[in-house]
């Protein structure tokens, strides 16, 4: 299904203004036929002007508006016509309707609001007839989806929830409406689709001997840390799957990352666990560092000479002051080294 453009159609206020004045001049006859019959016996003119004044509102079906980035998909008797796509009033055949199977579906995204009877139910009916007018036409404006949070595990089995956000727009109007059935709940379910699938290929943080591209060699890809490659591969994977839909996807950002409930504690202590095993690795190693550095600078400036049992006391001193988790308190040897 290919999406055809209807153009020189903007002439809605032209037939609006010939069938105000065709009503004006119904009337105007009415009343004069009336005369006439009573007159002549004539009863032509009055029976003319009550058919125009009966089926003279047809043609307002035909009137339609459009404001910018809106789309009007139109169909006669079950066949495809054409789309209006341009702001402005037209005219089209009275008998054509508009198409849109997403009009009713609400979901968790820009431009789709609750219903008036879910807030206000005194104004279900009013509202009603507004939504029906409006509710056909389809909005080519960029719109955001974000969908709800997703429990998946990540390639090393372990339970994440993640959720995305969507930026998207249509493009063939035709194809939103004819190639599938609900444009908006396809999006929907190609978006967890594909989400599941590119989350299963990334461990939530670094991990040794994984692979995430799939070149048989393994890199430092994470869902944490990589976000920005595992977000395009998402949005390649639902490009892909929302072509024939006729749905452009120009960003999916990740919104909210993190373990599981069930497993969030466990991880958090080891990653508490890592962070202190990395901190007191520096630490040691500044402290053989300096260790080292007052040896050699003692030996320089002949300050004192220390054997080799004494330079052991040293450096284990040294290194106890220089690794405790505490202030040393340190004591004062008023006497002899030996």
Not at 204 to 216: E, K, Q
Request: with cysteine.
């Amino acid at each position: 299904m290919k999406e055809k453009v209807l153009k020189g159609r903007k002439n809605g206020m032209l037939v609006f203004l010939l069938i105000l004045i065709l009503y004006v001049l119904a009337t105007i006859g009415t009343v004069v036929g009336g005369f006439e019959i009573e007159r002549s016996g004539n009863p032509v003119l009055l029976i003319v002007c009550i058919v125009v004044l009966s089926v003279g509102w047809i043609p307002l079906c035909g009137l339609k508006v459009l404001k910018p980035q809106e789309a009007l998909v139109l169909t006669l008797f079950g066949k495809y016509v054409g789309t209006l796509k341009d702001n402005g009033f037209y005219f089209v055949n009275p008998f054509c309707t508009g198409v849109n199977p997403a009009a009713k579906t609400r979901l968790s995204q820009s431009g789709d609001v609750k219903h008036a009877s879910a807030i206000n139910p005194d104004a279900a009916v009013a509202a009603a007839v507004s939504y029906e007018a409006i509710g056909k036409k389809i909005s080519l404006k960029i719109m955001t989806l974000s969908n709800n949070r997703q429990k998946i595990n990540d390639c090393l089995g372990n339970p994440i929830e993640i959720g995305i956000a969507v930026t998207w727009r249509i493009v063939d109007t035709a194809k939103a409406v004819f190639n599938v059935d609900n444009y908006k709940e396809f999006l929907s379910l190609q978006c967890d689709s594909a989400l599941r699938n590119i989350v299963r290929l990334y461990p939530y943080d670094v991990a040794p001997g994984v692979d995430t591209t799939g070149d048989g060699i393994a890199d430092e890809g994470s869902l944490r840390g990589s976000s920005e490659i595992v977000a395009a591969r998402i949005r390649d994977e639902i490009q892909e799957r929302v072509n024939e839909a006729g749905i452009e996807i120009l960003e999916a950002r990740i919104t909210y990352l993190a373990y599981a409930p069930e497993i969030a504690a466990v991880m958090l202590q080891r990653q508490q666990a890592s962070a202190v095993i990395d901190a007191r690795k520096m630490i040691v190693d500044g402290a053989v560092g300096m260790v080292e550095m007052a040896l050699e600078r003692l030996n320089e400036n002949d300050v004192v000479t220390l054997d080799e049992e004494r330079k052991a006391a040293m450096v284990s001193n040294l290194l106890v002051v220089l690794c405790g988790n505490h202030d040393a308190q340190p004591i004062v040897n008023t006497g002899t080294l030996y």
